[in-house]
């Protein structure tokens, strides 16, 4: 239960962490592969559920920040959105120029006036909730055989800026992690091939 509350970020740290577990077989976090992320675009129903996963795929947003944000909260020139998260917190996470595509498509096919950035197809065009948007990404990942959830994709995120070379610190600035452990610990995907690189890098 705790380890379920460190992962969903309810908590910083795991009260269990020094209790000795049963040794089970411990499987490996994994991001999603290029290859998951392009079957997934490609099985999008409509505009709205293509902007929906690049804009969690850029951002890295909880599903839960992503679904509070407003249309007049974007900085369209700037493509940057203010968010609050977890305590009432305040960070800046950036847009991509291909999420901003599918964005601006979507707004522009809106026949509603809700201020939420993602609504709901039929009237009365409520605000997108959290339930929606795992629901959006759970059927998107059943139809190309994916095991997908909105979460996955801040550890995608988080895993391929480490890979490029982004600091370990401004990748938990960008997250909101108030500890910087939790980004490396829980959210970086290092696979065998990185770790191998590096160590060829800086070792040999």
Request: positive net charge; charged residues 30%; contains cysteine.
């Amino acid at each position: 239960f705790f380890t379920w509350l460190c992962d969903e970020e309810y908590i910083s740290k795991n009260p269990m962490r020094r209790v000795k577990k049963i040794k089970t077989t411990k499987k490996k976090k994994v991001a999603f592969t290029q290859e998951e992320m392009e079957r997934m675009r490609i099985a999008c129903a409509d505009i709205r559920d293509r902007a929906v996963i690049e804009m969690l795929a850029c951002t890295g947003c909880r599903v839960t920040e992503l679904s509070n944000i407003n249309q007049n909260d974007i900085d369209f020139t700037r493509k940057k959105i203010k968010i609050i998260g977890k305590g009432d917190k305040e960070r800046t996470v950036y847009i991509s120029d291909q999420a901003m595509i599918y964005l601006e498509q979507y707004l522009k096919a809106r026949n509603d006036n809700n201020p939420a950035l993602f609504a709901t197809k039929r009237y009365p065009f409520d605000r997108l909730k959290k339930d929606g948007i795992e629901r959006i990404v759970r059927e998107i990942g059943v139809k190309c055989n994916i095991c997908a959830y909105p979460h996955k994709f801040r550890r995608t995120l988080c895993t391929n800026l480490c890979r490029r070379g982004m600091p370990l610190q401004n990748v938990a600035i960008l997250l909101g992690h108030a500890d910087i452990n939790m980004t490396a610990g829980t959210y970086y995907d290092a696979d065998d091939h990185t770790i191998s690189y590096e160590y060829t890098k800086y070792a040999a």
